[in-house]
């Protein structure tokens, strides 16, 4: 599904050069659930936005569902993302002005798709991760753990087939991180690829494979 | 999702008041000014009363004399005779009235002096304007045949002879320059910034001191000319052209010799470039249009500056938002084309307050006196104009920093 081959990433600025990723060579099943682990500074966020396209690597090549993708357009790339593609973060990135429902329509909005449509989807999103009662609330009024089910909600209204979690119980209390765990195997059993970055050991071991990084290279 | 982008423009407006506050009182100083402009070019140059037959007319004003070297130039009217024979005769025009220059005069009633701009007309003059008649009527070929001393009076002028009268004046009896004329009609007065058919009182031609019998080429009279359509406008210009070719040259005029005439049939607005380029030369024109629009773009191009500054710092704060749509597909453009759009509704929230203060200002320019029947109005012409120009001035102030926003890499964005 996702595959990438002697990935690295050099951050340069006028005067130094950083190198985030040396030579990774990961290869991500179909209906995986993988989770990446390293300290802090180690290349987990890098790899897993060159992952969703929203960075490339400076060499390298990634490939989704066997095409590579490191020459394509911001078109291209804006609708794979939109397509196959769904993002957790850690900060939840919820856009404060809009409601809960009009922050899960987002991807829906660059596809062809109706107003009635994009509603009755996202209010089918919202009912999966138990917020039905919370749509025409604004991100200020909801807990870390509710914001971030909306944000769980925003990725998969558009049934994407690969769903990236950055840390995605980094700003949750232990309870709400299980739950928000929970909600991603459940969304692993029905069929999703999922991969997330994580600090955490216990969240790590619930997944399928753990890829670990230290200095932007691989642990075998 | 235009209505997504436009929650969303609202509820950035409200988050800072004094941002917008600040941004919608440039929008609308600006746009105000550009209204009020608008409202007075169209003033200037639209077809309003008493010329509201204007998109059909065509001026014969100006003539030009000059030799071939065209080192000295005579420019001024025409004689009553030159168009006579030339204007007055044009077959495919639908009518040609032949007026003079406003001309200055004094009346005095009960020891008081009140000046009077004046003017001597044909029959054809009511006509070819829409004047509006109050009490009486116009004169006609017949009376003019018949010398009558009869004259044609504004309502402004009545009031301040006949002392406020509310009964009619016609048949009464108004002395001017120590000749006794009687009132033939009263109509409702026009703007004196309507050059040609502006004035306090219409005599026939053949009054006294109208010169209507100098026999050279100018004078102090001009033709209006009213073609049955817009379109017919060309064909009469052509047969203008052709019947000044016909006149016999080089000519003496008051001991001047010249081999060239300038004589020309222009529309409202080619006369007064005419007039105010003093030339008929293309490139003339052409720069003069140059000169406008880069004005014009200066002037909203300075307050669009200093927006854009606003812009970039008001878009900045919403680095995240552009990183979300962008991570769940929204391409370059697609934001580029939100952020443009976002600026054009605040333009015209601008717009609306810019709609109302100009409303204010017209009437206040309206009804001061500071143009005698100033008739400003926001018609649709001006309104149009104005909706033309917000979104210009959107476009122009929203345009550089929405490519920079959309260029923004989505990494840095999420990480604003």
């Known amino acids: 599904m996702i595959h990438l081959k002697n990935v690295e990433k050099v951050y340069r600025t006028s005067s130094i050069e950083t190198l985030a990723l040396s030579n990774i060579n990961l290869h991500i099943q179909k209906k995986e659930f993988v989770s990446i682990m390293g300290p802090s500074g180690c290349g987990k966020s890098t790899l897993l936005n060159i992952m969703g396209l929203l960075d490339a690597p400076s060499q390298g090549t990634m490939e989704l569902d066997g095409n590579p993708v490191n020459n394509f357009q911001d078109k291209a790339l804006a609708r794979l993302r939109n397509e196959k593609l769904g993002f957790i973060f850690q900060s939840f990135h919820l856009i404060n002005d809009l409601s809960v429902l009009d922050n899960v329509e987002i991807p829906l909005l660059y596809r062809r798709s109706s107003a009635r449509e994009r509603r009755l989807l996202a209010q089918q999103a919202l009912e999966k991760v138990g917020l039905s009662n919370r749509m025409s609330h604004f991100p200020r009024q909801l807990s870390g753990g509710q914001k971030q089910r909306v944000a769980i909600a925003r990725a998969i209204v558009g049934r994407p087939e690969i769903i990236l979690a950055d840390e995605p119980t980094g700003n949750l209390d232990s309870a709400m991180g299980n739950e928000i765990l929970s909600i991603l195997q459940q969304l692993n059993s029905e069929g999703a690829t999922i991969v997330m970055v994580t600090h955490d050991e216990a969240m790590a071991k619930r997944t399928h494979r753990l890829v670990r990084l230290f200095d932007g290279s691989q642990v075998l | ?284 024109r052409l720069a003069f249009y140059g000169i406008a629009s880069l004005v014009l773009l200066m002037f909203m191009g300075l307050p669009a500056i200093n927006l854009v500054n606003v812009n970039v710092s008001r878009m900045l704060e919403r680095a995240s938002e552009i990183g979300v749509r962008k991570a769940f597909g929204a391409p370059s453009q697609t934001l580029l084309g939100q952020f443009i759009i976002e600026n054009i509704f605040i333009t015209f929230i601008g717009g609306v307050f810019a709609l109302g203060l100009s409303y204010l200002i017209i009437y206040y320019i309206n009804s001061s006196g500071l143009i005698a029947y100033a008739d400003l109005t926001i018609n649709w012409v001006v309104f149009v104009t104005s909706l033309g120009v917000c979104l210009l001035f959107g476009l122009l102030s929203g345009v550089l920093p929405a490519l920079k926003m959309s260029r923004l890499k989505i990494v840095d964005a999420l990480k604003a």
């Open chain 2, 1 to 284: 999702m235009l209505l997504n982008y436009l929650k969303i423009a609202w509820k950035v407006l409200l988050r800072h008041p004094f941002y917008t506050f600040i941004t919608l009182f440039g929008i609308t100083l600006t746009l105000t000014v550009l209204m009020v402009l608008t409202s007075f070019l169209d003033h200037l140059f639209g077809a309003h009363y008493p010329e509201g037959n204007r998109n059909r007319s065509l001026y014969i004003t100006m003539m030009m004399q000059t030799d071939s070297a065209r080192e000295s130039v005579n420019t001024g009217p025409y004689s009553f005779q030159f168009l006579k024979r030339h204007a007055k005769t044009l077959k495919s025009a639908e009518r040609v009235s032949i007026a003079s220059m406003f001309g200055f005069s004094n009346s005095y009633v009960g020891g008081k002096r009140i000046k009077l701009n004046t003017k001597f007309t044909d029959a054809d003059f009511w006509h070819v304007t829409n004047y509006k008649f109050l009490e009486g009527k116009p004169y006609n070929d017949q009376t003019i045949a018949q010398g009558e001393r009869v004259v044609v009076i504004t309502d402004d002028l009545k009031k301040q002879y006949f002392e406020e009268s509310t009964e009619s004046v016609i048949g009464k009896t108004i002395e001017i320059e120590s000749i006794t004329y009687k009132v033939m009609g009263v109509v409702r007065g026009g703007p004196p910034t309507r050059v040609y058919t502006y004035a306090d009182v219409f005599f026939p031609y053949t009054a006294p001191k109208s010169n209507y019998q100098n026999a050279g080429m100018r004078g102090g009279y001009q033709a209006i000319v009213l073609a049955k359509t817009p379109g017919d406008r060309p064909e009469i210009q052509a047969e203008y052209d052709n019947a000044i070719r016909q006149i016999p040259l080089p000519a003496k005029e008051n001991g001047f010799t010249f081999s060239v005439i300038v004589a020309k049939a222009d529309t409202y607005f080619d006369g007064f470039l005419r007039t105010f380029l003093r030339s008929d030369n293309e490139p003339n």
